[in-house]
């Protein structure tokens, strides 16, 4: 049977506490959830992705489980393997394992391909989040020639094996014209459907985002953006299957900037807590409290210092207080004890 989706209430304590005391002291920090970047490669070609799919960059397996295990002695609780593809990785169920093994939970970010090569991961992963980017013609011009079939694929293994799995969208000129198909697929499927904002760069970052020049032909204007949110918090309000949270779409609509996903303005409903609860380790083995914040650091070797060390050595985000990136923007409301967005999350992970 696979490992069971629902987190435990120690668990939800344990964020609680923590969440509680650096609201109280900016200086407590414990790195409670993590992006792992487990592999620099991916099979598909993404149009609003300008990461090299070719880079064969991956972290070690003692490396990864030398971070896990000093994470979770700092009180780390939850990890999120992506990449890149982590199902490319041949050694993807011995690091999932190790993961739950010392009782993180455990969520995997894939568009779908070699699901079938990775049954006994993906049946011991806590949820599983699917690249879906529309119908079968507008995610393979999204994504390239082949990756609907992949991605079906993937479904099928998911739902033969009883994997528990949700799908994630980004928003982008041709998909949002169907919104309702992409609802109404997890209507069909019995998940949630999440929705993200198509992520640009104005200045370097050290996850490389494209340009606006570079995703022009797909980037919405202002008000098809706002549009389709809207459309989102109608259908979520009316029941549909939508993960993501109220609170975080209310954020998105109000957002000022979409050609600029992050500012150094202070929200009035959240604070940042990149530099105190989270962060993010590439496949290149550099530890940034965030990947997406202009003029960030070059980060912190985890192979020169270790995980604990690099962790602790990093510097304070000085030039952005709030931000439209989806996971961040989430970790910011539930982390700024936002009850609506906390019950939204307790509520939709333990189904």
Known sequence: ??????????????????????????????????????????????????????????????????????????????????????????????????????????????????????????????????????????????CGPGSFEALQQGIDVFETQGVSYWTTTVLTKLNIPHIDWIVGHARSHDIQANFVLLLMQREPVPLRLPSAGEVAEI?????????????????????????????????????????DATSPKLSRHYRCVAHQATCELLSDGMLYSCVSVPGCSAGVSVSEHGFAKAFTRLPEIENCRSCAISCQLESNLIFSLNTKTIWNWMRLIGK
């Not at 971070?67 to 990449?83: D, F, I, K, Y």
């Not at 459309?231 to 109000?254: D, T, V």
């Open 219 to 259: 980037l919405p204007d202002d008000g098809e953006i706002r549009a389709a949110v809207k459309q989102l918090m109608q259908l979520k309000r009316a029941g549909a299957p939508i993960g993501s949270s109220m609170p975080y779409l209310k954020q998105l609509l109000e957002w000022p900037d979409y050609s």
């Open 1 to 142: 049977m696979p490992f069971t989706s629902i987190m435990k209430l120690s668990t939800y304590l344990h964020f609680l506490r923590h969440a509680l005391w650096m609201k109280m002291d900016r200086r407590h920090r414990v790195p409670l959830t993590m992006n792992l970047h487990v592999s620099g490669a991916c099979s598909n070609r993404c149009l609003y992705c300008v990461l090299d799919n070719d880079n064969s960059t991956d972290l070690s397996l003692d490396l990864i489980k030398t971070v896990l295990h000093e994470a979770w002695s700092m009180g780390g609780r939850r990890v999120n393997l992506t990449g890149g593809e982590p199902l490319l990785r041949d050694d993807l169920a011995e690091i999932v394992h190790y993961a739950k093994d010392r009782g993180f939970f455990v969520s995997l970010a894939t568009c779908g391909a070699r699901a079938q090569d990775q049954v006994e991961a993906l049946r011991a992963v806590d949820r599983v989040m699917l690249s879906l980017d529309g119908p079968r013609e507008i995610h393979d011009e999204l």
